[in-house]
């Protein structure tokens, strides 16, 4: 069977992966060409944490992003498995409280063991929750070594393509909103930051009740600071508002981050339907696949296998709208 899928973000490029492993024929087309600063995924966190979105995120979320690290990391993603961490000031106590009764597969941590966990933050926070099962990866090395893979296939990524054979998929994000009416943006900022001085292992969510951050580790000193979530499907500009928290809650949680060096400044929406979760749809003759609002990576490969699921054995898999 033949396919052309539309859009080499995370979502297109996983479809087109699963599709391809199970011995179809794959089309691969992006007027954008290779996945670079255009997608939205090259700016995500790269954070594979079900039990930690699970705070708000639907059941089905967490569910399914359990099995994303496995996925990743046989399709060549560089997995940290490592865990990942929760902390709060000591004004925003209450904070870590909620968002354990909110959340499950954690402990808490203090004290020597919180020391042997991120030496950096001993003696600056008293307590901390863990969640030692979940991981992390590098987005932008993850679509390479799917791009990757696929070109060792054969499937190479065209900017156009003469017709389309087969059956299409549309995994354009936001711009899939010329025939999803539903499909809404929501804007993030985030900054990549170069601090030597400090060394964490693992994301560490800081908790706050108006502007909640993430730090994840990219290596050598170079961290994602992340992320607004913003009602606007503006891809344009950071907001100095914006950058002025973003970095003023990093100091908050180590003082070394004042010192830090902006290496890029990125911005970009996020394709999301009105509950957040993401769909396939039938539209058109096309089935598209979007939604994937801030669980690119931890959700992709969870759409994937359902739409080839569908696609190749005529499954109705449980995100088939």
Not at 159 to 180: K, N
Not at 188 to 211: A, D, Y
Request: with cysteine; net charge neutral; glycine share 10%.
């Amino acid at each position: 069977m033949s396919f052309t899928v539309i859009g080499a973000g995370v979502a297109g490029l996983c479809i087109a992966t699963e599709l391809v492993k199970r011995g179809a024929e794959v089309r691969l087309i992006d007027r954008a060409g290779e996945p670079g600063p255009h997608a939205c995924s090259w700016w995500a966190g790269g954070m594979l944490a079900p039990y930690c979105e699970g705070e708000t995120a639907p059941g089905i979320v967490v569910r399914h992003g359990l099995a994303a690290a496995d996925w990743w990391e046989v399709h060549g993603a560089a997995v940290a498995r490592g865990g990942s961490l929760a902390i709060a000031l000591g004004r925003d106590r209450q904070e870590l409280d909620r968002f354990a009764r909110r959340t499950h597969e954690n402990r808490f941590v203090a004290g020597e063991e919180l020391a042997e966990i991120e030496p950096d933050l001993a003696g600056r926070f008293e307590r901390a929750l863990f969640f030692p099962s979940e991981a992390h990866l590098a987005p932008r090395q993850a679509l390479s070594a799917l791009s990757a893979g696929l070109r060792a296939k054969g499937v190479a990524i065209t900017q156009e393509g003469v017709g389309s054979p087969g059956q299409v998929i549309d995994a354009r994000g936001l711009s899939a909103r010329d025939t999803l009416n539903d499909l809404r943006g929501v804007k993030g900022e985030m900054l990549l930051l170069s601090c030597p001085e400090i060394t964490l292992s693992r994301p560490v969510r800081l908790l706050h009740p108006r502007i909640p951050i993430y730090l994840v580790p990219r290596g050598d000193g170079i961290y994602m600071l992340g992320a607004t979530q913003i009602e606007s499907s503006d891809r344009s500009r950071a907001t100095a508002r914006s950058v002025l928290e973003l970095l003023s809650a990093a100091y908050a949680l180590h003082p070394a981050f004042g010192e830090a060096e902006i290496l890029e400044i990125g911005v970009d929406a996020r394709p999301a339907f009105p509950d957040n979760v993401p769909r396939l749809r039938r539209v058109g003759g096309r089935l598209h696949a979007n939604g994937l609002f801030r669980h690119g990576f931890l959700m992709a490969p969870a759409l994937a296998r359902m739409a080839a699921d569908h696609l190749l054995m005529g499954a109705t898999p449980e995100l088939l709208q």
